[in-house]
């Protein structure tokens, strides 16, 4: 950060605040300090029968490499809201019946995962404006050497161990650099 983003001074400094104790980007003209916390991507696992949705990425980083609907909570959404939203957007998919079913914590980055189970309603998807393809994949069919992200790379680990038990329980871990 470098301009105070309630006065638009540039006078900031990193400084312990007073009964804090972590540093903390502190205005000295409005004296605002500036917390900075994780932020949550919230997506889904869509199912239809025994596939699974995948979007082709559109956008930088990991062009052209393949990811679950996925992405930044927004403010005034729930965490579901925020996953059926991006289903929407980057897959044109409608979704019931979701489930939380992986909570991973990247610490490294700052961010925490929560990914849902959740079921098609139709075959009416279609690549939104950050995908350059969205498809449905069987288990034999999944390209694990294309997969955009570790993070989604787990959380399909994970769906296919359960899958073989019929057991979803909800899976809590986090990766580190
Ligand atoms: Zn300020």
Known sequence: MNYCSHCGSAQLILTVPEGDTIPRC???????????NPKIVTGCL???????????????????????????????????QGAVRESWEEARANLE??????????????QVYMMFRAQLCDLTFAPGPESLEVRLF??????W????????QRTL?????????????????EINR
């Open 26 to 36: 502190v205005c000295s003209e409005c004296h605002t300090i500036h917390y900075q």
């Open 46 to 80: 869509p199912e239809w029968e025994d596939k699974i949705l995948l979007c082709k990425r559109a956008i930088e980083p990991r062009y052209g490499l393949w990811t679950l609907p996925a992405g930044f909570m927004e403010n005034n959404e729930t965490v579901s």
């Open 97 to 110: 019946q979701l489930s939380l079913y992986v909570m991973i914590s990247l610490p490294y980055i700052s």
């Open 138 to 143: 069987t288990q034999d069919e999944i390209p």
């Open 145 to 152: 050497e294309k997969i955009a992200f570790p993070v989604i």
């Open 157 to 173: 680990t994970y769906y296919f161990q359960d899958r073989a038990t019929g057991q979803f329980p909800l899976h809590v871990s």
